[in-house]
């Protein structure tokens, strides 16, 4: 069945896909953000720490900030730990769940329609336009657009049959939401034994919860749950109950972002930062940049 033609089809309701979708529908173009879930922030495993800029950037309201952060420790295998600190807050731990929605909504309030419990699965370009393949309300829909931006995670499917190739390296990151004490700034834990040389996280998110987390090449939620038990957080794990999420995180970029009528941006074009996997700044400069490209022809 066909549906309507959009300026440009955005495939993920992410901070990346909402934002470029918002930049885009404030610039007049008339635009689709196709979302697999049934709505913005579900099920996201993310820390959510973004620097103080970044979040001034996206210019939602601080109604979805956790806690601010001026300071953190750093601990090597041995324990022993040095402590970095600013009189400024440097970053925000804002709840993913309501900064998706936020920048959703800013991107609704300009127009941009959002269709969720989408599943995009397939896109084909020609005839001067893309046509994007999709389940939606129990049968399948045909989009029509300008142009395509792909913003939906560490897929390989969509990129590879493209002709964009695929991210071939990957962590895994692990994260559960923990009743603690004693946990009031940023902790950050290395060592083979805790991560298999990566690291782990302890983040304060509201008083006597925090976020606990770490990066593995391979088994990440059993690390996690041996973290939880060991030593740094003994004494201080109120209840390690919570269930685990966990996520791929992509290493290096695909090695094309952009084909014809088609850009990737986020994660799916591996957009993060290499050093701590973070992936909402460098997916916002990807988010900024793509509406710019797309509206250059319309100027």
């Known amino acids: 069945m066909s549906s309507e033609s959009y300026d440009v089809i955005i495939v993920g309701a992410g901070p990346a ?106 896109i084909g370009v020609g005839n001067g336009g893309a046509q994007v393949e999709a389940l939606f309300e129990g049968s399948r829909e045909v989009f029509t657009s300008r142009a395509v931006i792909l913003a939906n995670g560490l897929k390989r499917k969509l990129p590879e049959k493209l002709g964009l190739g695929e991210i071939k390296d990957f962590l895994i990151g692990a994260q559960t939401e923990i009743e603690a004490e004693n946990i009031d700034e940023v902790e950050v834990y290395f060592g083979q034994q805790i991560t298999r040389g990566l690291f782990a996280w302890l983040v304060p998110a509201s008083p006597n919860k925090a976020l606990a987390g770490l990066l593995s090449t391979s088994q990440a939620k059993l690390h996690l749950r041996e973290f939880l038990l060991g030593p740094f957080c003994q004494g201080r794990v109120i209840s390690r109950e919570a269930r685990i999420g966990q ?53």
């Open 17 to 122: 896909g909402s934002y470029a979708g918002y930049r885009l529908a404030s610039l007049g173009h008339k635009v689709a953000v196709l979302e697999q879930k049934e709505a913005p922030g579900l099920d996201v495993c993310c820390t959510g720490i973004i620097s103080a800029e970044c979040f001034r950037s996206f210019d939602i309201s601080p109604e979805v900030i956790l806690t601010t952060a001026n300071s953190a420790r750093f601990f090597s295998p041995s324990g022993r730990c040095f402590k970095v600190q600013s009189e400024k807050v440097q970053a925000y731990v804002v709840d993913r769940a309501s900064f998706d929605k936020a920048v959703a909504c800013k991107a609704q309030a300009q127009g941009a329609d959002y269709l969720f419990s989408c599943q995009v699965v397939d």
């Open 247 to 299: 996520k791929a995180i992509p290493l290096g970029s695909l090695p094309r972002t952009y084909g014809d009528r088609i850009l990737v941006i986020g994660d799916a074009a591996g957009q993060v930062k290499p050093t701590t996997g973070g992936g909402i700044y460098i997916g916002h400069l990807g988010a900024k940049i793509a509406p710019q490209v797309l509206h250059r022809p319309h100027s």
